[in-house]
T-cell receptor, first 112, second 110 residues
Framework: EAGVTQFPSHSVIEKGQTVTLRCDPI?????LYWYRRVMGKEIKFLLH????????ESGMPNNRFLAERTGGTYSTLKVQPAELEDSGVYFC??????????FGEGSRLTVL | GENVEQHPSTLSVQEGDSAVIKCTYS??????FPWYKQELGKGPQLIID?????GEKKDQRIAVTLNKTAKHFSLHITETQPEDSAVYFC?????????FGRGTSLIVHP
Protein backbone atom coordinates (compact mmCIF):
# COMPACT_ATOMS: atom_id res chain seq x y z
CA GLU A 1 0.00 0.00 0.00
CA ALA A 2 1.35 3.42 -0.96
CA GLY A 3 2.18 5.80 1.85
CA VAL A 4 1.65 9.55 1.97
CA THR A 5 3.35 11.16 -1.00
CA GLN A 6 4.40 14.77 -1.28
CA PHE A 7 5.56 16.80 -4.26
CA PRO A 8 7.93 18.47 -4.84
CA SER A 9 10.56 17.13 -2.46
CA HIS A 10 12.47 20.40 -2.68
CA SER A 11 11.57 23.79 -4.06
CA VAL A 12 13.79 26.86 -4.28
CA ILE A 13 12.05 30.12 -5.11
CA GLU A 14 12.67 33.82 -4.75
CA LYS A 15 10.84 36.07 -2.35
CA GLY A 16 7.56 37.19 -3.84
CA GLN A 17 7.06 34.12 -6.01
CA THR A 18 4.36 31.52 -5.61
CA VAL A 19 4.77 27.85 -4.70
CA THR A 20 2.23 25.06 -4.55
CA LEU A 21 2.88 21.94 -2.56
CA ARG A 22 0.88 18.80 -3.13
CA CYS A 23 0.02 15.91 -0.83
CA ASP A 24 -1.58 12.59 -1.69
CA PRO A 25 -2.76 10.88 1.48
CA ILE A 26 -3.09 7.17 2.04
CA UNK A 27 -6.17 5.96 0.22
CA UNK A 28 -9.21 5.92 2.47
CA UNK A 29 -7.79 8.29 5.06
CA UNK A 30 -10.35 11.00 5.78
CA UNK A 31 -8.05 13.07 7.99
CA LEU A 32 -5.30 15.11 6.37
CA TYR A 33 -2.93 17.41 8.21
CA TRP A 34 -0.32 19.96 7.20
CA TYR A 35 2.60 20.70 9.49
CA ARG A 36 5.75 22.78 9.06
CA ARG A 37 9.17 22.49 10.64
CA VAL A 38 11.57 25.38 10.58
CA MET A 39 15.15 24.20 11.13
CA GLY A 40 15.81 23.16 14.71
CA LYS A 41 12.31 23.97 15.88
CA GLU A 42 9.15 22.01 16.57
CA ILE A 43 6.92 20.45 13.96
CA LYS A 44 4.18 23.06 14.00
CA PHE A 45 0.55 22.41 13.12
CA LEU A 46 -0.91 24.36 10.21
CA LEU A 47 -4.32 22.85 9.49
CA HIS A 48 -6.52 19.77 9.50
CA UNK A 49 -8.99 18.52 6.88
CA UNK A 50 -11.71 15.97 7.40
CA UNK A 51 -12.50 14.85 3.90
CA UNK A 52 -12.82 18.09 1.93
CA UNK A 53 -13.72 20.29 4.91
CA UNK A 54 -11.27 22.38 6.88
CA UNK A 55 -11.73 21.22 10.45
CA UNK A 56 -9.11 23.42 12.06
CA GLU A 57 -6.91 26.01 10.37
CA SER A 58 -5.79 27.78 13.51
CA GLY A 59 -2.13 27.16 12.72
CA MET A 60 -2.08 28.89 9.34
CA PRO A 61 0.38 31.79 9.71
CA ASN A 62 -1.45 34.37 7.57
CA ASN A 63 -3.54 34.84 4.46
CA ARG A 64 -0.58 34.21 2.17
CA PHE A 65 -1.20 30.51 2.81
CA LEU A 66 -4.10 28.74 1.13
CA ALA A 67 -4.89 25.06 1.53
CA GLU A 68 -7.42 23.07 -0.42
CA ARG A 69 -8.47 19.45 -0.57
CA THR A 70 -10.24 18.61 -3.77
CA GLY A 71 -13.02 16.07 -3.42
CA GLY A 72 -11.56 14.85 -0.17
CA THR A 73 -8.58 13.27 -1.91
CA TYR A 74 -5.29 15.08 -2.50
CA SER A 75 -4.48 18.43 -0.94
CA THR A 76 -2.51 21.47 -2.05
CA LEU A 77 -0.88 24.17 0.01
CA LYS A 78 -0.15 27.38 -1.85
CA VAL A 79 2.10 30.13 -0.56
CA GLN A 80 1.61 33.44 -2.37
CA PRO A 81 3.67 35.58 -2.22
CA ALA A 82 6.44 33.70 -0.46
CA GLU A 83 8.53 35.41 2.20
CA LEU A 84 11.92 34.43 3.62
CA GLU A 85 10.38 33.20 6.89
CA ASP A 86 8.29 30.66 4.97
CA SER A 87 11.36 28.50 4.44
CA GLY A 88 11.18 25.13 6.12
CA VAL A 89 10.01 21.58 5.63
CA TYR A 90 6.29 21.17 5.05
CA PHE A 91 4.93 17.82 6.16
CA CYS A 92 1.65 16.30 5.21
CA UNK A 93 0.13 13.52 7.29
CA UNK A 94 -3.02 11.47 7.06
CA UNK A 95 -4.96 9.20 9.38
CA UNK A 96 -8.01 6.99 9.36
CA UNK A 97 -8.61 7.03 13.08
CA UNK A 98 -7.81 10.07 15.16
CA UNK A 99 -4.48 9.06 16.70
CA UNK A 100 -1.63 7.65 14.63
CA UNK A 101 -0.57 10.05 11.92
CA UNK A 102 1.20 8.76 8.82
CA PHE A 103 3.63 11.34 7.53
CA GLY A 104 5.00 11.97 4.08
CA GLU A 105 8.68 12.64 3.52
CA GLY A 106 8.10 16.37 3.44
CA SER A 107 8.56 19.18 0.94
CA ARG A 108 11.54 21.38 1.66
CA LEU A 109 10.89 25.01 0.72
CA THR A 110 13.75 27.46 0.41
CA VAL A 111 12.85 31.11 -0.17
CA LEU A 112 15.77 33.29 -1.29
CA GLY B 1 -2.58 26.39 23.65
CA GLU B 2 -0.42 23.38 24.42
CA ASN B 3 3.34 23.84 24.76
CA VAL B 4 5.75 20.90 24.65
CA GLU B 5 9.34 21.24 25.77
CA GLN B 6 11.83 18.52 24.78
CA HIS B 7 15.37 17.86 26.04
CA PRO B 8 18.09 17.31 25.12
CA SER B 9 18.29 18.68 21.59
CA THR B 10 21.21 16.36 20.84
CA LEU B 11 22.15 13.09 22.50
CA SER B 12 25.27 11.11 21.67
CA VAL B 13 25.73 7.59 23.08
CA GLN B 14 27.85 4.53 22.50
CA GLU B 15 26.27 1.44 21.04
CA GLY B 16 24.77 -0.64 23.82
CA ASP B 17 24.19 2.30 26.15
CA SER B 18 20.75 3.56 27.16
CA ALA B 19 19.25 6.81 25.94
CA VAL B 20 16.60 8.93 27.67
CA ILE B 21 14.66 11.80 26.14
CA LYS B 22 12.46 13.96 28.33
CA CYS B 23 9.43 16.10 27.57
CA THR B 24 7.11 18.33 29.53
CA TYR B 25 3.70 19.62 28.51
CA SER B 26 1.59 22.50 29.72
CA UNK B 27 -2.05 21.54 29.18
CA UNK B 28 -3.36 19.21 31.87
CA UNK B 29 -6.20 18.19 29.52
CA UNK B 30 -3.76 16.46 27.15
CA UNK B 31 -4.41 12.73 27.26
CA UNK B 32 -2.43 11.15 24.43
CA PHE B 33 1.36 11.19 24.11
CA PRO B 34 2.94 9.73 20.97
CA TRP B 35 6.62 9.50 20.08
CA TYR B 36 7.77 9.74 16.49
CA LYS B 37 11.10 8.77 14.94
CA GLN B 38 12.37 10.55 11.85
CA GLU B 39 15.16 8.89 9.93
CA LEU B 40 17.22 10.83 7.42
CA GLY B 41 15.24 11.65 4.30
CA LYS B 42 12.02 10.20 5.66
CA GLY B 43 8.96 11.49 7.40
CA PRO B 44 8.29 11.01 11.12
CA GLN B 45 6.96 7.58 12.05
CA LEU B 46 5.09 6.59 15.19
CA ILE B 47 7.16 4.25 17.34
CA ILE B 48 5.25 4.16 20.62
CA ASP B 49 2.47 6.03 22.37
CA UNK B 50 0.91 6.25 25.81
CA UNK B 51 -2.43 7.41 27.10
CA UNK B 52 -3.06 9.37 30.26
CA UNK B 53 -4.59 6.45 32.11
CA UNK B 54 -1.34 4.49 31.87
CA GLY B 55 1.92 5.26 33.66
CA GLU B 56 4.31 3.16 31.63
CA LYS B 57 4.39 1.22 28.38
CA LYS B 58 7.12 -0.96 26.93
CA ASP B 59 7.78 -2.39 23.48
CA GLN B 60 10.96 -4.43 23.22
CA ARG B 61 13.87 -2.00 23.69
CA ILE B 62 11.78 1.14 23.99
CA ALA B 63 9.61 2.31 26.87
CA VAL B 64 7.68 5.43 27.73
CA THR B 65 6.76 6.74 31.15
CA LEU B 66 4.19 9.36 32.03
CA ASN B 67 3.85 11.45 35.17
CA LYS B 68 0.55 13.31 34.88
CA THR B 69 1.04 15.23 38.10
CA ALA B 70 4.33 16.67 36.93
CA LYS B 71 3.17 16.86 33.30
CA HIS B 72 6.27 15.01 32.29
CA PHE B 73 6.89 12.04 29.99
CA SER B 74 10.00 10.28 28.80
CA LEU B 75 11.27 7.90 26.15
CA HIS B 76 13.78 5.25 27.18
CA ILE B 77 15.79 3.25 24.67
CA THR B 78 17.93 0.41 26.01
CA GLU B 79 20.79 -1.40 24.29
CA THR B 80 21.02 1.26 21.61
CA GLN B 81 22.06 0.27 18.10
CA PRO B 82 23.39 2.39 15.22
CA GLU B 83 20.02 2.08 13.46
CA ASP B 84 18.44 3.93 16.40
CA SER B 85 20.22 7.07 15.16
CA ALA B 86 17.49 9.49 14.13
CA VAL B 87 15.53 12.53 15.30
CA TYR B 88 12.91 11.73 17.91
CA PHE B 89 9.87 13.92 18.53
CA CYS B 90 7.57 13.80 21.49
CA UNK B 91 4.04 15.14 21.25
CA UNK B 92 1.01 15.81 23.42
CA UNK B 93 -2.59 15.80 22.28
CA UNK B 94 -6.08 16.33 23.65
CA UNK B 95 -8.03 16.90 20.46
CA UNK B 96 -6.30 14.48 18.10
CA UNK B 97 -4.03 17.22 16.78
CA UNK B 98 -0.65 16.57 18.38
CA UNK B 99 1.60 19.41 19.48
CA PHE B 100 5.21 18.43 18.91
CA GLY B 101 8.43 19.18 20.72
CA ARG B 102 11.55 20.47 18.98
CA GLY B 103 13.07 17.05 18.49
CA THR B 104 16.14 15.23 19.81
CA SER B 105 18.88 14.16 17.46
CA LEU B 106 20.10 10.80 18.77
CA ILE B 107 23.49 9.64 17.54
CA VAL B 108 24.58 6.10 18.37
CA HIS B 109 28.29 5.51 17.83
CA PRO B 110 29.31 1.94 16.88
Amino acid sequence: EAGVTQFPSHSVIEKGQTVTLRCDPISGHDNLYWYRRVMGKEIKFLLHFVKESKQDESGMPNNRFLAERTGGTYSTLKVQPAELEDSGVYFCASSQGREELFFGEGSRLTVL
Amino acid sequence: GENVEQHPSTLSVQEGDSAVIKCTYSDSASNYFPWYKQELGKGPQLIIDIRSNVGEKKDQRIAVTLNKTAKHFSLHITETQPEDSAVYFCAASKSYIPTFGRGTSLIVHP
